[in-house]
């Protein structure tokens, strides 16, 4: 795998760890008011860092909002 693929997974794993990520998704208005949770938690600085947690806090979002509502709200 290249280097820039296990830096995403990096930092993906390290959002997965954070303690009350889980609860963090489920109880929040917008995915925006996770991000800035996850990346407060982590310290990220940097675009492509924050820009690797939004992407995996969309996804977390939609595949849990998505299963508690099924596919038609």
């Known amino acids: 795998?290249?280097?820039?693929?296990?830096?995403m997974m990096d930092i993906e794993e390290k959002?997965?760890?954070i303690?009350?990520?889980e609860n963090k998704i489920s109880e929040s208005?917008?995915?925006s008011e996770v991000k800035s949770w996850v990346n407060e938690q982590l310290?990220?600085?940097s675009h492509f860092d924050i820009g690797i947690a939004s992407d995996v806090v969309d996804n977390c979002w939609n595949e849990f909002?998505?299963?508690v509502h099924g596919?038609?709200?």
């Open 71 to 73: 596919p038609y709200g």
């Open 15 to 17: 959002i997965f760890g």
């Open 65 to 67: 909002w998505g299963s």
């Open 1 to 7: 795998m290249g280097k820039v693929k296990n830096y």
């Open 43 to 45: 310290g990220l600085k």
């Open 19 to 21: 303690d009350g990520f």
């Open 29 to 31: 208005e917008n995915t």
